[in-house]
């Protein structure tokens, strides 16, 4: 049974938010004076606070997590594969927490937040976020909570990064550090990517250098097939030859439309692109990918990646997929060679996986026994 009753679901959550009216000094330099995190719980935390689990998202991600907002809400929360009773992270053991990230478009301070400045959304004029302002907010966050150590923080790609970082700057802050699909830094060829997503909302007239709240307009456009260059980039290409081989749309052929929808892939990927520009906002999707873009775990190391990990207490555990070619292998086992040569605790594996770089957030075999195996260490 799956649903809202299902043995396996948390079942319907309400989301709340926090308030912080201490400033916030940003890596940037400059400064929010206040600024609200939304964030979702699941799970009991216990008597000495020492069984919460911190989850980080990813990109497109938000602090809905696990379980449902309502009875009609047909999907749950973007990792409830992995969170709940008896899944990886066991909701029955731990207190888990999942924050919708400083920047972003669910709640928490962001670009479309109200800049008490002028009165009017911040757009473009928000603040350039980067991974140690989220960690810096989060941990605020977890101070709030009661919280001065986490059992676990867990992310995967963008969430891996923020994982990585409470590692790197909060060492005693942590157990365990799970890093999946993702790395110590972007290449050349995401932030490539990563650009060309940007320059499709540049591109768009509605875009209007950022300024589309005050004049109702949203760059739609851009905003979907930002979405559609980075959805082909998560998966791999023998996952979408099984999933669409060269199908063609039903009723497509004989139309004399020039942008007619032929294949099952296009139709897939232009659905992708429309549903994604109605839930998410250009610019947070502007300032995010420029966070990825600006990580180097090893920047304030001279780029020694074992100088960056060398003061990590936690035990780490890195998930690589075979098929994931947006954070591939090379660069986790990266990593895992940095973290080995420091003598530090790491699990690594590279699970078989077809599915690129989306397998983090389904249950493909052998990926999540081995979860929960690792997990079922956590807090022992």
Known sequence: MTGVDSAGSVGLVIPFVE??????????GRTLDRFELV???????NADASNAILICHALSGNHHAAGFHSRDERKPGWWDVAIGPGK???????FVVSVNNLGGCHGSTGPASINPAT???WGPDFPQIQIDDWVESQRRLAQRLGISRWAAVIG??????QALQWA????????????????????????AFNEIARHAILSDPDWLDGHYYQNDRIPEKGLGLARMVGHLTYMSADGMSDKFGRELREGSLGSEESDAVVFQVESYLRYQGAQFSTRFDANTYMLMTRALDFFDISRDHDGDLRRALANTTASFLVLSFSSDWRFSPARSQELVDALLAEGKPVTYADIEA?????SF????????????????????
């Open 354 to 358: 077809n599915e690129g770089h989306d």
């Open 88 to 94: 990886a992270i066991d909701t029955d053991r731990f």
């Open 168 to 191: 790197v700057s909060y060492p005693d802050w942590l157990d365990h550090c799970v890093v999946l699909a993702s790395a110590p830094r972007l290449s050349a060829q995401n932030i």
């Open 19 to 28: 308030v912080f009216e201490e400033p916030l000094t940003l890596a940037c």
């Open 156 to 161: 995967g790609s963008l969430g891996g990064m």
């Open 119 to 121: 009165g009017s959304p």
């Open 361 to 380: 957030l389904i249950d493909v075999p052998g990926y999540l026994p081995l979860f929960t195996a690792y997990m079922a260490r956590v807090g022992c």
């Open 39 to 45: 964030l979702e719980t699941y799970g009991v935390l």
